[in-house]
């Protein structure tokens, strides 16, 4: 068998010519094994009607191997040249054609030097679009705090509205004095809280 790998070839037929002669010749194989038991079939049945016949089964069976290597070496040899015949002439796309999907090299033409310099242009593209990528995450990473940090500054607003509110319920219209208030109140329930809990444990003791 051929060594070369013939990867063209391969791109054409969808299989290597390789596999092809090598399923060739395990097909002629087969049929020189069937062929060859079917002729010892058929001596050994023109023996059977032959009477007192000095050759037996056996013999029939050492004659028929020995026949069989001696075609096998035959169809070996001649098999050889027919692969080589066939890998050269017919299985092998000429080196100035050129497939139907790769047309485009007759027009577009790229020597190794170009080759180089196209896949390293894809690298630095492939890690451009990894950077940006990347930037595109932190951006919307930074995106999604921003709107946390809107809602809670909404709910911040919201509640100095109410405070405000609340101030102008109770007669102040200023900030600072509807806050001073709040505080003052907060002060006096907490006290009013303090003197009911000391009052709790002191009847508990009591």
Not at 87 to 116: A, W
Not at 155 to 162: A, C, G, N, R
Request: with cysteine.
């Amino acid at each position: 068998m051929s060594v070369d790998p013939m990867t063209y070839e391969a791109q054409f037929f969808g299989f290597t010519p390789q596999t092809c002669m090598l399923r060739i010749y395990i097909a002629f194989q087969d049929y020189l094994f069937e062929v060859m038991q079917a002729v010892e079939q058929v001596i050994l049945k023109k023996l059977d009607g032959i009477p007192d016949c000095a050759i037996s089964p056996v013999q029939i069976r050492k004659c028929t191997e020995k026949f069989l290597c001696f075609m096998k070496g035959r169809f070996d040899n001649l098999f050889g040249k027919m692969e080589q015949l066939f890998l050269q002439l017919i299985l092998r796309i000429p080196p100035n054609v050129l497939l139907p999907e790769d047309k485009s090299q007759e027009t577009h033409p790229y020597g190794e030097e170009e080759f180089q310099l196209l896949q390293k242009e894809i690298e630095q593209l492939q890690e451009k679009y990894k950077t940006e990528l990347c930037t595109k995450q932190a951006l919307l990473a930074e995106l999604e705090e921003q709107k946390i940090v809107q809602a809670k500054l909404k709910q911040t607003l919201s509640l100095f509205d109410e405070l405000e509110n609340v101030g102008r319920d109770h007669g102040t219209s200023d900030f600072r004095e509807s806050l001073l208030f709040l505080v003052q109140n907060s002060r006096k329930l907490q006290n009013i809280r303090d003197n009911v809990e000391k009052e709790g444990k002191r009847l508990k003791i009591s």
